[in-house]
């Protein structure tokens, strides 16, 4: 039966995807690296996302951009389709995000539903990279249709991780873009009472040991307010979610029940730095950076 949801979520998010990229396709930069890393406005601390139903107690190894300056990062920046929305997004303190060693943290939420996890300890991971396999093969002839390069899933980085406890499922991607270095994809999703706050890493996978340790972070200071979290389901008010765990980790069930949000996680999937140019250029953007972090 899985089988069939993804087949028909791939025909769907195709079209999507095929449309979105036609319609725009991010530009080469025409300012300079300097002048990008001024535009942006770096938060620390308590961050309530726009929506209201998170909070992110940031540590000091961590940033967060608006949703606008997170769209800057990833059009702009990085080269993905234009036109997705976002609750913003999470980058190190330590590391410019237009860097080599730059990544991020994409924020979204899905508000389809409370997601039952009842098949948390049936699902055979093993078939469902299979699957997700071949929807990736398949996407890419829209992909190439749409004037953008192939993206392949190679398999698992950490095979997927549901605590019962908190609430909170992790998992890593590794997928091929035809550049030198494959694309680590690392994604935490927080079950909350009416959907699923839904955060995707995106880096180099040189950077996978780092990440890991990273996202460890993330996963704690992470949390739905109350109200909104996992133990505020109210069974008799509140809707229930067409899907479980398992469609989680495939990514598109959204696209399926006419949501964006688990598509985007799909369409972000690869960090093309466009200012590589102007970062040569620059010998003194780290320092740059550096001193925009102590304002």
Request: charged share 20%; hydrophobic share 50%.
């Given at each position: 039966?899985?089988?069939?949801?993804?087949?028909?979520?791939?025909?769907?998010?195709?079209?999507?995807?095929?449309?979105?990229?036609?319609?725009?396709?991010?530009?080469?930069?025409?300012?300079?690296?300097?002048?990008?890393?001024?535009?942006?406005?770096?938060?620390?601390?308590?961050?309530?996302?726009?929506?209201?139903?998170?909070?992110?107690?940031?540590?000091?190894?961590?940033?967060?951009?608006?949703?606008?300056?997170?769209?800057?990062?990833?059009?702009?920046?990085?080269?993905?389709?234009p036109g997705a929305k976002t609750l913003g997004m999470l980058v190190p303190s330590n590391t410019s995000p237009l860097s080599e060693s730059g990544w991020g943290v994409i924020i979204t939420y899905d508000e389809s539903g409370h997601v039952k996890d009842d098949d948390?300890?049936?699902?055979?991971?093993?078939?469902?990279?299979?699957?997700m396999k071949e929807a990736s093969v398949a996407a890419n002839e829209e992909r190439k249709k749409a004037g953008y390069g192939e993206m392949n899933l190679v398999g698992w980085a950490e095979r997927p991780s549901y605590d019962k406890q908190t609430h909170k499922y992790?998992?890593?991607?590794?997928?091929?873009?035809?550049?030198?270095?494959?694309?680590?994809?690392?994604?935490?999703?927080?079950?909350?009472?009416?959907?699923?706050?839904?955060?995707?890493?995106?880096?180099?996978?040189?950077?996978?040991?780092?990440?890991?340790?990273?996202?460890?972070?993330?996963?704690?200071?992470?949390?739905?307010?109350?109200?909104?979290?996992?133990?505020?389901?109210?069974?008799?008010?509140?809707?229930?979610?067409?899907?479980?765990?398992?469609?989680?980790?495939?990514?598109?069930?959204?696209?399926?029940?006419?949501?964006?949000?688990?598509?985007?996680?799909?369409?972000?999937?690869?960090?093309?730095?466009?200012?590589?140019?102007?970062?040569?250029?620059?010998?003194?953007?780290?320092?740059?950076?550096?001193?925009?972090?102590?304002?």
């Open positions: 039966m899985f089988k069939k949801i993804s087949l028909s979520i791939l025909l769907v998010g195709a079209a999507i995807f095929s449309h979105l990229a036609i319609a725009q396709k991010s530009e080469e930069p025409k300012q300079t690296a300097e002048a990008f890393l001024a535009s942006i406005k770096f938060q620390q601390g308590s961050i309530k996302l726009p929506n209201g139903v998170a909070t992110l107690n940031l540590p000091e190894t961590f940033r967060y951009l608006s949703p606008d300056d997170a769209d800057k990062i990833l059009v702009q920046a990085w080269g993905n389709p948390a300890d049936s699902i055979n991971y093993d078939d469902l990279l299979k699957d992790f998992w890593a991607k590794e997928l091929s873009t035809g550049q030198t270095e494959n694309t680590l994809n690392y994604s935490i999703r927080v079950l909350g009472r009416k959907g699923v706050l839904v955060l995707n890493a995106v880096a180099g996978m040189k950077q996978i040991a780092a990440i890991k340790q990273e996202m460890k972070s993330v996963v704690a200071f992470t949390e739905f307010v109350e109200g909104n979290r996992y133990t505020d389901f109210n069974s008799s008010t509140d809707k229930v979610a067409e899907y479980g765990l398992a469609a989680l980790v495939a990514g598109g069930v959204a696209a399926k029940l006419g949501f964006f949000g688990k598509l985007f996680a799909l369409l972000i999937a690869f960090k093309k730095l466009l200012f590589v140019g102007a970062i040569a250029v620059f010998a003194g953007i780290a320092k740059f950076f550096k001193k925009k972090e102590s304002t």
